[in-house]
């Protein structure tokens, strides 16, 4: 497996025990594994709302990326940031719409709205997720439901 893929557990797991009932089953359920490609994230302004170019640094994580982005982009795109394994904000970017380009490195998203309104909620969503990233969040980036890669942006 390529060092560049990083595995993700449940929903933003922290790592504590699932509760089980009285009358439950004593085996533990098979927990959610993905694995996603981990990436170096930028985020940027845009006219109309907001850029997320992901970058990998291995070809199999470029591929696996790109072959997501590609399967899953006509969901709507959200992205979410955990510090320590707790989220600390989550992004749906509804109120855009969004496209897939892929790069020599990984993929572009673009979210933009014709509506002011929108746009405005798109860049503030941008200058939050940028800030987050910065200062050490792990951000993922998803279509639907479904995660497409995760990273930080570079120092």
Same mark, same amino acid.
């Given at each position: 497996?390529?060092?560049?893929?990083?595995?993700?557990?449940?929903?933003?797991?922290?790592?504590?025990?699932?509760?089980?009932?009285?009358?439950?089953?004593?085996?533990?359920?098979?927990?959610?594994?993905?694995?996603?490609?981990?990436?170096?994230?930028?985020? =940027?302004?845009?006219?109309?709302?907001?850029?997320?170019?992901?970058?990998?640094?291995?070809?199999?994580? !470029?591929?696996?990326?790109?072959?997501?982005?590609?399967?899953? !982009?006509?969901?709507?795109?959200?992205?979410?940031?955990?510090?320590?394994?707790?989220?600390?904000?989550?992004?749906?970017?509804? !109120?855009?719409?969004?496209?897939?380009?892929?790069?020599?490195?990984?993929?572009?998203?673009?979210?933009?709205?014709?509506?002011?309104?929108?746009? =405005?909620?798109?860049?503030?969503?941008?200058? !939050?997720? =940028?800030?987050?990233?910065?200062?050490?969040?792990?951000?993922?980036?998803?279509?639907?439901?479904?995660?497409?890669?995760?990273?930080?942006?570079?120092?």
């Amino acid at each position: 497996m390529s060092s560049a893929v990083m595995e993700r557990r449940g929903a933003f797991a922290t790592g504590a025990a699932p509760a089980f009932p009285a009358n439950a089953p004593t085996t533990a359920p098979t927990p959610n594994v993905c694995v996603v490609p981990r990436c170096e994230l930028k985020f =940027e302004k845009c006219k109309g709302g907001l850029r997320i170019h992901c970058a990998c640094s291995d070809q199999v994580a !470029c591929a696996t990326l790109q072959s997501l982005c590609q399967a899953l !982009c006509d969901g709507t795109c959200s992205c979410s940031c955990t510090w320590n394994g707790i989220q600390v904000c989550n992004f749906n970017l509804c !109120c855009g719409h969004c496209k897939c380009e892929n790069t020599k490195d990984g993929c572009c998203i673009t979210c933009t709205s014709g509506d002011a309104k929108c746009c =405005e909620m798109l860049q503030a969503c941008c200058d !939050c997720l =940028e800030c987050c990233c910065k200062s050490g969040c792990c951000c993922y980036v998803c279509f639907g439901n479904t995660c497409c890669c995760c990273g930080t942006c570079a120092a």
